[in-house]
């Protein structure tokens, strides 16, 4: 069994054909890039074989186009693909901090799953600071993590219609199992290993199987919304959009209006805890009008999404 890592060095191309299974045009398209002026930059994180950068340049749009990925061997594939723009081979981290004034940076195909809770913290500070003051930050993430506060250690990933992805490939049929198996490593954490099978068949009925194994964070819509108000992100729910099998959810740089309350910078959290155990919607909104909390209301009075919490 080989690790994930081999899957985006040493099969990188295998990676790239099962990858290829969007509507990336739809997707650039609900991002709004194709609004943006030539000035602008487009930034792509963990990119792989960079399909979204790629097909932004197909589409027409002359604008900056960026893609960070760790993988050498994906830069060559993305570049042989057709690839035009600034591949930045690095970690996302690294390569993100030398970006400033980015209009859009994008974090596709659920790929947040691959780095810890800790990584994913900082990672959101420099996307902040690598955003322009109208900037959006665009995630790919399951909708699972979307309807409950806590991810599941174990989905039902049989009903997502990533779990299996058939392609052509020169002669080949080439199916992708992911997960095929999984294993908890750890619960408190949501950390799981899931096994990856690939198997390529010719026309003659000849198979190849490869079996990799990929540990992956799944981070609850919860914790990825706590990490970006801790970095001055807040929701933009007007540009979430949906797609075949999850939701693209965005987030914008805080106003300065809001960070600049007395009530606000001293708002903590014992008093955002405060917040929800409050009776009626009555003493919800005198509360939340006089500290300038941005909420989201549902039928419990009791449920309260707050963001922008510094």
Same mark, same amino acid.
């Given at each position: 069994m080989?690790?994930s890592?081999n =899957?985006y !060095?040493d099969?990188?191309e295998l990676y790239?054909?099962i990858?290829?299974? $969007?509507d990336?045009e739809? +997707?650039?398209?609900?991002?709004?890039?194709?609004k943006?002026d030539s000035s602008s930059?487009f930034?792509?994180?963990f #990119?792989?074989? %960079?399909?979204?950068s @790629?097909?932004?340049?197909?589409m027409g749009?002359?604008?900056k186009?960026?893609a960070?990925?760790?993988s &050498?061997a994906? +830069?060559?594939v993305a570049? &042989? $693909?057709g690839f035009?723009?600034?591949?930045i081979c690095s970690?996302?981290? /690294?390569g993100?901090s030398?970006v400033?004034? %980015?209009?859009?940076i994008c974090?596709p $195909?659920?790929?947040?799953?691959l780095?810890?809770?800790?990584?994913v913290?900082?990672?959101?500070y420099?996307? #902040?600071?690598?955003l322009c003051s109208?900037? *959006?930050f665009?995630?790919?993430i399951? &909708?699972?993590t979307?309807v409950?506060?806590? #991810?599941?250690i174990h989905?039902?990933?049989e009903?997502?219609g990533?779990y299996?992805?058939?392609?052509k490939?020169q002669g080949? !049929?080439i199916? *992708? =199992?992911?997960?095929?198996t999984?294993?908890?490593?750890?619960i408190?954490?949501?950390?799981v290993?899931? *096994?990856?099978?690939i /198997?390529?068949?010719?026309?003659?009925?000849?198979?190849?199987e490869f079996?990799?194994?990929?540990r +992956?964070?799944?981070h !609850?819509?919860t914790?990825?919304?706590n990490f970006? !108000? +801790?970095?001055?992100l807040v929701?933009?729910?007007?540009l979430n959009?949906? @797609?075949s099998?999850?939701?693209?959810?965005?987030?914008q740089k805080?106003s300065?209006?809001?960070a600049?309350?007395?009530y606000f910078?001293?708002l903590g959290?014992?008093?955002?805890?405060r917040?929800?155990?409050?009776?009626?919607n009555?003493?919800?909104?005198k509360l939340?009008?006089?500290s300038?909390?941005d909420?989201e209301?549902?039928?419990?009075p009791?449920?309260?999404?707050v963001?922008n919490l510094?």
């Amino acid at each position: 069994m080989l690790d994930s890592n081999n =899957l985006y !060095s040493d099969y990188a191309e295998l990676y790239a054909i099962i990858a290829d299974d $969007r509507d990336f045009e739809y +997707e650039l398209t609900q991002m709004e890039v194709l609004k943006l002026d030539s000035s602008s930059t487009f930034v792509e994180l963990f #990119a792989g074989p %960079a399909y979204h950068s @790629t097909t932004l340049k197909k589409m027409g749009w002359d604008g900056k186009i960026i893609a960070i990925d760790s993988s &050498k061997a994906m +830069e060559d594939v993305a570049k &042989k $693909r057709g690839f035009f723009g600034n591949y930045i081979c690095s970690d996302a981290i /690294t390569g993100l901090s030398t970006v400033t004034q %980015a209009q859009v940076i994008c974090i596709p $195909r659920y790929s947040i799953v691959l780095v810890d809770h800790d990584y994913v913290k900082q990672l959101f500070y420099v996307i #902040a600071n690598a955003l322009c003051s109208d900037g *959006c930050f665009f995630i790919e993430i399951h &909708k699972d993590t979307v309807v409950n506060e806590q #991810a599941k250690i174990h989905g039902n990933w049989e009903r997502l219609g990533i779990y299996r992805r058939e392609v052509k490939n020169q002669g080949r !049929s080439i199916e *992708c =199992l992911w997960p095929f198996t999984t294993k908890a490593v750890d619960i408190e954490k949501n950390i799981v290993d899931m *096994c990856v099978k690939i /198997t390529s068949t010719n026309d003659s009925g000849k198979q190849d199987e490869f079996i990799f194994t990929s540990r +992956e964070h799944l981070h !609850s819509r919860t914790t990825l919304d706590n990490f970006a !108000s +801790e970095a001055r992100l807040v929701p933009a729910p007007d540009l979430n959009f949906d @797609t075949s099998d999850g939701n693209f959810i965005a987030y914008q740089k805080k106003s300065d209006s809001a960070a600049d309350s007395d009530y606000f910078k001293t708002l903590g959290k014992k008093a955002l805890n405060r917040i929800f155990d409050l009776s009626t919607n009555e003493t919800q909104s005198k509360l939340i009008e006089k500290s300038g909390l941005d909420v989201e209301h549902h039928d419990s009075p009791l449920s309260l999404h707050v963001y922008n919490l510094l």
